[in-house]
């Protein structure tokens, strides 16, 4: 495993097909159905079929050659594999219909693992679908210099708008499941935060401020989620533009930003060849560097467009950069950065994948101990998800021993069981964080488990901000890599 190519999965350059998706909101059946732009269903040696549409009951192809329609007569039951994005799973079809050249075809025994599949892709682009402007007459605006305007959909799912006058944006508040983003237009800024359950918020309305955690790291399943359901909102380009704009940028950041923790000591810029003097790093991403100034020493002599080469050392190794400076504050200069020596740059991305992933991670609920049979008394579950369908499960036994649990990242899966840490892959992608048990028919065996895969978990629990337990229970069992069996 190439620590690049992690680093390019996490920031989404891998290839892997982009789909488009819009709602449609012209048919009413029993299952609403939501137009595809892209997605395929492939039928063994019959070929791959464009997906028309998608929803909780099945999907519609689009046959393109007439000739075809001979071969699926209504109620014609055959495997086929459907490919969403980064979503691959193949199960069984019925026909159900034939209009023109499309064929419609109904899920058939669909497995839990593959319904959670269809329902986490579904879920968001229905509550997209779902949101309309109304009337806002009812709410209270305290600036009367301000336009206030409300969108409401499923789920509680709700946008307030402020404009000027003249129709120009001022702020927005997005509400979406249990996920806040607000953006001001004044400042540029873009916050996401989390609705405690304390101050929840009943039915439709705004909420106390003080009800809300927002992250110091934006939360990239709240920036994920919101995009996909604004993408798939029929709304007026005035109240999504501003928004998707601002997600967008934030998640460009959150793929190639790494926040520096009071740990990371061991990160040093020497400007010229000498190594004599060096910079503190405060702040790394893959094409970016901010350096903290000595305390007295002012940046006045650097400025906007200058360059700087030199090395940076991360660990015991170098890496010849340049940096551009595109800011400089009283203490704190930095840039755009390039790497001079191409071969190096598996160094940097070894550095950042597994922390990148690590600082991506946010607690979500676990499942109860009294879901986990094998639970021993007075044990505690966490579980924290990130980047795409990296997650940590675990069940902690008092003494900080573990006693359950999984490290899932890319298509790896890590986990402890029976006192064995064993390993697979998930060609897919796929795993449910709140499922205890692995979906056998979605993951691979790996024989071996190899030290590089051990470094990205510890790396990534080092990074993550979760309990000092669960930090410590992990260490203790990825300290020792084990022979592992073959199976």
Sequence with gaps: MGFQNLLNWISGRSPVGQTRTTASQSERRRFQRIDLAEGKLTIGSEGSFPINNISYGGVRIDLRHPELLGNFPSGRVFEGRIDLLSIHFATRFKVCNV???????????LSSAHSRIVSEFMKPRIIGASL????????????????????????????????????????EEYYFLDYLITWDNVKHLLQTGR???????????????????????????????????LENAGLPIEAVAP???????????????????????????????????????????????????????????????QELEGELQ???????????????????????????????????????????????????????????????????????????NTHILSLIAPGNRLVNGRIVFMDKVVRWEHSLLTAYSCPRGIIF????????????????????TVAVCSQMIEAARIPEEM???WEKVLLVLPEMNET
């Design 99 to 109: 209009v023109e050249n499309f064929v419609g075809c109904s899920f058939d025994n």
């Design 195 to 229: 609705i405690s359950d304390s101050g929840g918020k009943a039915g439709f309305g705004r909420i106390d401020p003080s009800s809300v955690a927002f992250f110091q790291v934006p939360s990239h399943r709240a920036l994920k989620m919101g995009k996909v359901i």
């Design 314 to 388: 991360i660990g015991e190794r170098f890496i010849t950069v340049q940096v551009r400076l595109s800011y400089s504050a009283p203490q704190l200069i930095g840039g755009n950065m390039r790497i001079l020596d191409p071969d190096k740059t598996e160094i940097l991305a070894g550095f950042l994948a597994p922390r990148i992933l690590g600082q991506s991670l946010e607690e979500l609920p676990a499942p109860m101990e009294e879901e986990v049979p094998f639970a021993p008394s007075g044990s505690r579950s966490y579980l924290f998800v990130g980047l795409h």
């Design 243 to 305: 928004l998707l704009n601002g997600i967008s940028r934030e998640e460009r950041r959150l793929y190639f930003r790494y926040v520096l923790k009071e740990n990371d000591s061991n990160l040093r810029f020497y400007p010229g060849k000498s190594r004599e003097g060096f910079f503190r790093v405060a702040n790394l991403s893959f094409n970016g560097l901010a350096l903290a100034l000595p305390e007295g020493e002012q940046a006045a002599e650097l400025e906007r467009g």
């Design 433 to 452: 964080p709140r499922d205890w048990d692995l979906p056998h028919e979605l993951v691979e065996p790996i024989p071996t488990l190899s030290p590089e």
């Design 471 to 473: 930090r410590k229970a």
């Design 132 to 171: 309309q402007e109304i009337n806002a007459s009812t709410l209270q605006n305290r600036d009367p210099g301000l336009r206030l305007r409300w969108f409401q959909g499923d789920e509680g799912a709700q946008i307030f708008l402020w404009q000027t006058l003249n129709g120009g944006t001022v702020k």
